[in-house]
Every structure is written in C-alpha cells, then in structure tokens.
T-cell receptor, first 116, second 109 residues
C-alpha cells in the first residue's frame, strides 16, 4: 500500500494554463506539506498544513493555492503557469509537531511538471 | 549564509571505503536533525534521525555537534547501492523543515 501518493506523476502543459496536483496519505498523519525541487535539486518547502489548517506559507506566489479538504488530502492548484514553475513537486506528511519525536517526513513519489 | 549547507560533491569513492559528510546549520535554536537519502528521480527517504548522543545504524553513523552547529554522516564499507544524494534536514521552529542542497555520493566498483 502506498503511504503517500500523488497524481499525476508527469504533467506537461503550456504557459498560462491552470493545473492541479493531488496528494493523499493513508498514514493517519496530522501534517502535510508541499515541496518544490528545482533543476538544481534544491528542495524547498512551499506549504504546510496541520489538521487542514495552513501553518506555513513560504513566500510562494499567490498563483499557487493549496487546498486541504481533510487531513488525508492536500492538493495544489497552480494558476497561470509560468516557465519557472517547471520542477518536481513533492508532497509529504508527518505525524505531528516538529521536535516532538513524531516529525519524520514521508514523501510521495513526486510530480514532474514541465511548462512549455 | 544559507540556513543549511552541504558540500555538493560528488564524492567518488571505491567500494569498501569509508566516507563522511558534514552539514552545517545557522540557527542555534534548531531542534531536530535528520539524514535523508534521495536516489535519482525518486523521492527523499529517511535514512536516520540524528540524536545528541550520536547514533549508529549498521554501517551508518550520525553525529550532532551543537556547539559547532553541524551534523555528520559516516558510511563504512561503502556499497555500490549507497550511491545517491544525501540530504541533511534541520527542523527550526514548528513544522519548518529545511533541507540542505544534498551531497552526491558515487561508489565505484
């Protein structure tokens, strides 16, 4: 059983389009995250949600809008896609508060987004 | 200064060698530390947590030096399958996971 799953795995689209990436975790975790990994392989946190509440928004353009319908799902919608949005987007989850001993993150397989 | 810094490598080592990586962090209030492994075109996976007293898992040993603000990873008896990028992760504040840029390791036959 996949612990953290993302769809789609690959996404190729034109500039200016709107697209969504879905993430689900079946680990019963309280906290979910979105990361962006660029061409230089730097993994940067974008958002964090705890029990459906936004906790972290790391100066991401407002074209990116996360949505958490329940604590097992965290979707990412991107409006007006730009060339610079091309990257691999990883979803992750963890059990609880960082520093509490339950803060190991588990990652989804990633979504490779290419904007043409 | 970056919040978490790693030597990007690559470290090219022969099979059986011992190799060590360091990772420095800038925020002295950081409270949790990890090493993750990322294979090419795959997601990061937890290798080991890093505890204040140091910890070992088979061929892997992790150390934390709070005074000098760095963590280290030692791999003994390197295997071909150890070839990957090793990411240092520091938690600073609530939910704020900061990843280093990773150190590439290539173990050569």
């Amino acid at each position: 059983d996949t612990a953290v799953s993302q769809t789609p795995k690959y996404l190729v689209t034109q500039m200016g389009n709107d697209k969504s990436i879905k993430c689900e975790q079946n680990l019963g975790h309280d906290t979910m995250y979105w990361y962006k990994q660029d061409s230089k392989k730097f993994l940067k946190i974008m958002f964090s949600y705890n029990n459906k509440e936004l906790i972290i928004n790391e100066t991401v353009p407002n074209r990116f809008s996360p949505k958490s319908p329940d604590k097992a799902h965290l979707n990412l919608h991107i409006n007006s896609l730009e060339l610079g949005d091309s990257a691999v987007y990883f979803c992750a989850s963890s059990q609880g508060l960082s520093g509490s001993g339950t803060d190991t993150q588990y990652f989804g397989p990633g979504t490779r987004l290419t904007v043409l | 200064r970056k919040e978490v810094e790693q030597d990007p490598g690559p470290f090219n080592v022969p099979e059986g060698a011992t190799v060590a990586f360091n990772c420095t962090y800038s925020n002295s209030a950081s409270q949790s530390f990890f090493w993750y492994r990322q294979d090419c075109r795959k997601e990061p996976k937890l290798l080991m947590s890093v505890y204040s007293s140091g910890n070992e898992d088979g061929r892997f040993t992790a150390q934390l030096n709070r005074a000098s603000q760095y963590i280290s990873l030692l791999i003994r008896d390197s295997k071909l399958s150890d070839s990957a990028t090793y990411l240092c992760v520091v938690i600073t504040g609530t939910y704020k996971y900061i990843f280093g840029t990773g150190t590439r390791l290539k173990v050569l036959a």
